[in-house]
């Protein structure tokens, strides 16, 4: 079993600060900015040890979440923070293990009596994603109102936007850029998909820059997304591992040859290994990486040989993310 790592000693090896879960839902001093890696397992195989994909990123005291994959919900109630208060999401992608947990999550901060808007910003899809999620909870939002305590119906809080690349969001805490990644770029034999989007985006807060890879392959457009960047929150994928894992659940023996081929050739080009992740942040001069989205392993959850891979090209701080790791740039 993996030994954790004392919170003090997290802070010297990592550089900045790490805080456990106890001092999550305290406000953040001088309005720091925090992220909180929520969910760090890639899918679609669930792990009963590690959510799916989410992070939560804290401003001035308010709360942005980033992707939310199966679990999220759970996570973010062990945070200790006031869910009634998530009213933005954004979505790097639909794949299932990025929105998976997005309709629990909104369901649950309407349930809190939260009748403000729930906005949920991503690529095309997002807009009809929430109509369906309104969809499927209505049933049980009818028989709450009914219940007592509530009055405000779903469709009157939950808000989807089909967002385009450049300037998607920005209030008084955020700017949000997004840029079109190469998530899909293999598909319809190498010319990419009309139809479905993936994103990477830039966070820039009044003190900080937070990159998010989100799903992709290494492009030079993803380096000048994260020029800079106070810390890149990255994916780290291994096609090995994503087999034997395959293999391990029973789904590669389901699978036929051409199905075989397609999976592979999306873990090696729709994802980043941990060399793309060195070079990437070497490239981008970025202060500090987070690996999340990590590739389960088909025997432990031993990761630290993929932050050596990391340093190979990069000389700066290399963190692998647990769920409810909180990190303060």
């Known amino acids: 079993m993996r030994k954790a790592i004392p919170a003090a000693i997290a802070a010297i090896a990592i550089g900045f600060v790490f805080v456990g879960n106890q001092g999550i839902a305290q406000s953040n001093v001088n309005g720091a900015t925090r992220v909180v ?7 679609p195989v669930p792990m009963p040890h590690r959510a799916q994909s989410s992070n939560l990123l804290t401003v001035n005291n308010t709360y942005y979440v980033v992707d939310a994959g199966d679990g999220v919900t759970r996570r973010l109630a062990k945070t200790g923070i006031n869910m009634r208060e998530i009213g933005t999401v954004f979505l790097t992608h639909l794949h299932d293990d990025h929105v998976a947990g997005l309709g629990t999550l909104m369901s649950e901060v309407w349930d809190l009596n939260r009748t403000k808007p729930i906005n949920v910003y991503g690529p095309p899809g997002t807009e009809a994603l929430v109509h369906a999620a309104i969809s499927y909870f209505n049933e049980s939002a009818e028989i709450r109102i009914a219940d007592g305590g509530r009055s405000v119906p779903i469709s009157k809080v939950f808000f989807g936007h089909d967002v385009g690349p450049g300037v998607v969001y920005q209030d008084e805490n955020i700017k949000v850029t997004a840029i079109e990644n190469t998530h899909y770029a293999f598909h319809n034999n190498g010319t990419g998909d009309p139809k479905h989007k993936s994103y990477s985006y830039r966070f820039e807060t009044p003190n900080r820059v937070i990159v998010f890879t989100g799903d992709t392959g290494f492009f030079d457009g993803l380096v000048d997304l994260a020029e800079g960047a106070d810390l890149l929150v990255s994916e780290a994928n291994s096609v090995e591992a994503r087999k034997a894992i395959l293999i391990k659940s029973g789904q590669w023996q389901a699978m036929t040859e051409a199905e075989h081929a397609r999976i592979m050739q999306q873990a ?62």
């Open 37 to 43: 890696t929520l969910g760090t397992l890639a899918g």
């Open 268 to 329: 090696s080009m729709g994802h980043l290994s941990t060399d793309d992740v060195g070079k990437l942040a070497a490239a981008a001069h970025v202060k500090a990486v987070v690996l999340t989205h990590l590739t389960s392993l088909p025997e432990g959850d031993d990761y630290s040989s993929w932050a050596e891979q990391v340093k190979k090209h990069y000389g700066g701080q290399v963190t692998i993310a647990n769920d409810l790791m909180s990190f303060t740039p």
